[in-house]
């Protein structure tokens, strides 16, 4: 079957950096988005992983080991801002988005 | 990135009404688009998948008849929720692919049935 795990919910310090882990199973592999959800608001793109390696854009990082199934998506400088659902995203062989439950990120000051 | 636009934002319904979503993509040709729902501190649920000019591919479990979707132009897709009931009320989002690997959300529907 295909399965996401994530942890459910993290707690950060402004100012400070944190890595959200991801393992997938999938059937096929396409690439691994990750996407941000504020409460009550539509995801939105951060990055899209498809070789391994690590991809950096601006403040977010994001990892991809596809022969281990899996991701993480590191934030620096974190702000009260990101403070939000962080959703890793698996797409499948047939170009499906394959959705967990996400991380909820709790940045203190 | 591309810009895709889910109308209304939100929408308040009498039971047994039906509503309808619109999702079109502004600035890109969306050969897919796909439509999910979300419950409150839960991940999004697909829905259904569509193809410009074909019928909707509808995941295990979802009612084509109560969730209509139509796919009648490269740039919109509507979603009608027919005959809704309380348990209706959801968060439903679009999303729009073109030729390109990523998919650019709507801004989400929050419908309330009363």
């Known amino acids: 079957g295909q399965n996401i795990d994530q942890p459910t919910e993290m707690t950060a310090t402004e100012g400070a950096i944190v890595q959200i882990n991801c393992t997938y199973q999938t059937s096929g592999f396409n690439g691994l988005f990750w996407y941000q959800q504020h409460a009550g608001e539509a995801p939105t793109f951060l990055s899209y992983n498809v070789l391994d390696g690590l991809e950096e854009k601006g403040r977010f990082s994001s990892f991809l080991s596809r022969s281990k199934g899996y991701s993480y998506l590191l934030l620096k400088e974190l702000q009260m801002k990101d403070s939000a659902s962080y959703l890793c995203?698996?797409?499948?062989?047939?170009?499906?988005?394959?959705w967990g439950a996400g991380t909820k990120l709790i940045i203190k000051p | 990135g591309a810009v895709v636009s889910q109308h209304p934002s939100r929408v308040i319904c009498k039971s047994g009404t039906s509503v309808k979503i619109e999702c079109r993509s502004l600035?890109?040709?969306?050969?897919?688009m796909f439509w999910y729902r979300q419950f409150p501190k839960q991940s999004l649920m697909l829905m259904a998948t569509?193809?410009?000019?074909?019928?909707?591919?509808?995941e295990q479990g979802v009612e084509k008849d109560k969730f209509l979707i139509n796919h009648a132009s490269l740039t919109l897709s509507t979603l009608t929720v027919t005959s809704a009931h309380p348990e209706d009320s959801s968060f439903y989002i679009c999303?729009?692919?073109?030729?390109?690997?990523?998919?650019?959300f709507g801004q989400g529907t929050r419908l309330t049935v009363v």
């Open positions: 600035d890109f040709q969306a050969t897919t």
């Open positions: 999303s729009a692919r073109g030729r390109e690997t990523e998919a650019f």
């Open positions: 569509s193809n410009e000019g074909s019928k909707a591919t509808y």
């Open positions: 995203a698996p797409m499948d062989s047939n170009y499906q988005l394959i």
